[in-house]
């Protein structure tokens, strides 16, 4: 009876153990998950009634991957998450933000190549701010799209 006891007992303690690394083990893995946008934030412009930002980040990536280039509008003073994204763009030239109104944002770049981008926003709080904004890219060269470079293949 002491046997079987000393084994019910040995096997209730690795159970233990493997329920506890187990957990350690989720813990790990859903902290190092990023729910909101890793970077350095490059430009903050605030809307013309102060009520909402344009932001810029460079996100953060290796040492052989481009620098990708994030534009955000989001609440005054809140940091940009996922939602609220409205340009992707690699190798971009970023030059402005410009509120032209309060619907309105210009975002002026000289060069780059858009991944991603959204002409509108909108936010409904479901209370008094309910809010649309019209997003326009402009090339900083007038009249003009800045050339085109293609990728060259690698050798």
């Not at 002409?119 to 326009?136: D, F």
Request: proline fraction near 5%; hydrophobic fraction near 40%.
């Amino acid at each position: 009876v002491l046997v079987a006891l000393r084994l019910c007992s040995r096997h209730r303690n690795e159970l233990r153990l493997k329920r506890s690394l187990l957990l350690l083990l989720w813990f790990c893995c859903f902290a190092s998950c990023s729910f909101g946008v890793e970077g350095d934030e490059i430009a903050r412009v605030s809307s013309p009634d102060n009520v909402l930002d344009a932001v810029l980040v460079h996100g953060r990536t290796g040492a052989t991957n481009p620098t990708p280039a994030y534009a955000f509008i989001v609440r005054k003073g809140e940091w940009p998450s996922q939602n609220d994204r409205v340009l992707v763009a690699i190798h971009f030239g970023f030059e402005s933000f410009t509120w032209k109104d309060l619907n309105l944002l210009e975002i002026k770049y000289s060069d780059g190549r858009i991944h991603q981008f959204k002409n509108y926003w909108y936010l409904n709080n479901g209370g008094s701010l309910n809010r649309a904004v019209e997003i326009r890219l402009q090339a900083a060269i007038e009249g003009n799209s800045p050339e085109f470079k293609p990728p060259q293949p690698q050798k």
